[in-house]
């Protein structure tokens, strides 16, 4: 099985299309179905369905394309890897970010990478620390951003200067709106929003003993979604501060959990994996900007902010 007929069938698998992804690929449609038909001889599997003026995955075609997206991924990163192996300062950083408003401080950092090295190139994917870090460990990201402390066996790290803060976004019109912060009595009967790995960390943790006394109605990952299911009343969302606009003109209203919670978040990476050049140069950035100081000289790739 090549590289290249899997990049063909994800195009097709993207367009729906044999004749767009010909196109797309710069083939010839008789040459790009050949090419599918022996994929498909070569697994002992059919695909597709070939409609009138479409093509659907089957379940084995659905499977192969989350399976090719992962390949495909990993050849294109080896690939970059080799590139780079001259030391020049250029080639791509794949990054995993859970959802915070300290993300901003990341971009900020790539936009100045950028800035110094103009053949940086970068992806980023979006997830919970579960989906980011099963990427990572399989070396199809080079750093990932987490909402829980990592793991020190595993992985280096350097920590965000900031702190996100954990509370509840709900109408405006409802009535524990009116007050200044929310305790976990104020929750007790009211249907709740919020992440899995939240309710199943902070969460639980905030909540204590009285956990089993909430009401979990839905869980997202993506809190943008879960505040259209808040501004229709159907709940209320437990999230950090920032993420959705809570502005006056947007109906909805930000309290803080009592006792408050705060996260740390980190950047991190495997502690055996191999840095390229740029990537190097990123964490060297971050440590200067964020006054980062290694810990001891036992975990000299292990930063954490310098005290005042």
């Known amino acids: 099985m090549e590289i290249r007929t899997l990049r063909y069938f994800l195009a097709v698998a993207q367009e729906e299309n044999m004749t767009r992804a010909a196109a797309r690929l710069h083939l010839t449609q008789p040459t790009l179905s050949k090419a599918l038909k022996s994929l498909e001889a070569e697994l002992d599997a059919r695909l597709f369905v070939r409609h009138s003026f479409s093509i659907e995955l089957t379940d084995e075609g659905r499977l192969l394309r989350d399976r090719a997206r992962d390949l495909v991924g990993l050849a294109d990163k080896i690939e970059d890897e080799f590139r780079s192996i001259d030391g020049q300062l250029a080639g791509e950083l794949r990054l995993g970010m859970a959802e915070s408003y300290q993300i901003r401080l990341v971009a900020q950092e790539l936009r100045k990478l950028k800035e110094s090295c103009p053949g940086l190139r970068y992806h980023v994917t979006s997830g919970d620390t579960e989906q980011v870090t099963e990427r990572l460990n399989r070396g199809l990201l080079d750093f990932a951003v987490l909402c829980e402390r990592p793991d020190a066996q595993r992985y280096d790290w350097v920590e965000l200067p900031e702190s996100d803060l954990w509370g509840v976004v709900m109408r405006d019109d409802h009535p524990l709106a009116r007050c200044a912060t929310i305790t976990v009595f104020d929750l007790?009967?009211?249907?709740?929003?919020?992440?899995?790995?939240?309710?199943?960390?902070?969460?639980?943790?905030?909540?204590?003993?009285?956990?089993?006394?909430?009401?979990?109605?839905?869980?997202?990952?993506?809190s943008y979604n879960a505040s259209l299911f808040a501004?229709?009343?159907?709940?209320?969302?437990?999230?950090?501060?920032?993420?959705?606009?809570?502005?006056?003109?947007?109906?909805?209203?930000?309290?803080?959990?009592?006792p408050s919670v705060d996260v740390t978040l980190y950047l991190v990476w495997g502690k055996r994996q191999l840095m390229t050049p740029i990537a190097e140069r990123f964490v060297e950035q971050l440590r200067s900007s964020f006054g980062l100081r290694p810990i001891d000289s036992r975990e000299p790739c292990l930063y954490r902010r310098t005290k005042a």
């Open 188 to 222: 007790i009967g009211e249907p709740l929003f919020v992440s899995e790995q939240g309710w199943q960390g902070d969460i639980a943790q905030w909540a204590g003993n009285h956990l089993a006394e909430l009401r979990l109605e839905g869980s997202f990952r993506l």
């Open 231 to 258: 501004r229709e009343g159907l709940g209320l969302l437990l999230t950090f501060d920032r993420l959705v606009d809570t502005s006056p003109s947007s109906g909805l209203v930000f309290r803080p959990l009592e």
